[in-house]
C-alpha cells in the first residue's frame, strides 16, 4: 500500500496540535516518505489514512510481502527504499490469550524479532526518527495507579502475557539506548486498551470490549435472554479510541522536537478507567439489547486496575478527544456495516466528543 503525497526534505517542528479529524490536512506540515509496519491492521488502517491525508508518501507493505520476522528481508526492503525520514512500528504478532498460551516459545520470538529487526534496520540505515508502538501491558501487574512511565521494569508481569510485554520493554530499551548513543529521536508510545473499527470481534479471543461488543450484538441478533460477561465485572479498565491514538501518533510524527531526552516512552489512554460492568452496560445500551448480563466468575478477568497516568503526553499537547460513548456508537455501527446477515438498525451517536 502506497500512498503518494508531496516530497519534502525535512522533518522539522511546525505544529503543536493535530487538525484532529476534521477532514483537512493539517496546516504547515512538512511532507515526508513515512514506513509504516503493521499497516494493514486495526491501527495501521487508521493511520495510513491520516498520514496520507496530511501529504505524506506512506509505505505500508503486508506481512506477506515483507515478513519482519525475517531479519535479512528487513534489511534489503528498506535498502531498496531510499528517503524514508520516519518509521512507525506497529506490527505485532497476532493472536489471543489462546494462541498465546498455545505457542509461548513462537510467540516470543516473533514477537521480539518483530521489534528488534525494525528498529535496529532502521537505526543501521540511518533514519533518524522513530515511533514505536508498545503496549500498557509492559507495567508490572502491581503497578501504582494510574501508571506512571517511571514503573516501566519495577515489578513482575502479568504472566501471561510476559513474552508479548517483555518484546515490547525490549522495543523501548533499545530506542532509549540507541538514542543515548547514537543520537537517534526514537519514541515508543503504550496505549491502553484501542476501540474501533478493524479490531478483532471474535467472542471468545478479542480483547475485552471488541469480544463483548461481538456477544453482546450476537444475543441481540438472536434475541437470547442474557449473555455472559467474562469475570466479576469489577475489573476496570482505561479505553481510547483508535483515531484518538492516531492523533498522538501523527502528533509526534509532525513535532519530532517533542519527543522527551529522559525516558523516551509515553502513556497513551483515556485519562479515566471504567469497570468492565460498566464498559458492558453502554455497549448493551448503545447496541440496544435489553437483555441481562450475567458476570461469569468462572472466567480469568486479569489484573484488578489499569489505568495510564497521561500527564507527561498531556503536559506536551495531545490530550483524547473522544468519549467511551461515541467510541463505542461508532464502532458497533462498523460492526454491524460489516456483518452482511446482521440487520442495522440506527445507532443514538449524540454524545459528542
Ligand atoms: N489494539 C489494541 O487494543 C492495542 C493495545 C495496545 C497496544 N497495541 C499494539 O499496537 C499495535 C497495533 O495494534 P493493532 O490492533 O493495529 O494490531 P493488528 O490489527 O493485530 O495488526 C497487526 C499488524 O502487524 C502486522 N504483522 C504481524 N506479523 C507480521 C510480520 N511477521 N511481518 C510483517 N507484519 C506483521 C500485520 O500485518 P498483515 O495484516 O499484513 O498480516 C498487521 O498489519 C500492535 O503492536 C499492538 O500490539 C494494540
Redesign the pocket.
Known sequence: MVATGAQGSGGRLLLRSTSRRAGLRAPGVVAMKIWV?????????ALYRRLAMDGHEVLA????V????DRRAVDAWLASHAGIRVVVH?????GGLGARLADPTGFFL?SLA?VTNVIDATRRRGINRLVF?????VYPVDAVQPVVEEALMTGPLEPHNEG?ALA?ICGTRLCADMNAQFGTRFLTL??????GP???FDPESG?VAPSLIARIERARRMQAPSVKVWGSGRACRDFLY?EDFVDAITFFVNNPDLVPRDRPWLNVGGGRDVSIAELAQRIAETAGYRGRLEFDVSRPEGVSRRLLDIHRVTALGWKPLTSLSTALARTIAWYRDTLPDSPTPSLSDSTGV
Open positions: 509496519t503493521g499497516g494493514h491492521g486495526m491501527v495501521g488502517t507493505p503486508a506481512s506477506r515483507l515478513d519482519l520476522c506497529l506490527a505485532g504478532r497476532r516473533d518483530i508502538v508498545g503496549t500498557a501491558c508479548y515490547r503504550h496505549p491502553c486498551n484501542l476501540i478493524r479490531d478483532c480483547q483508535v
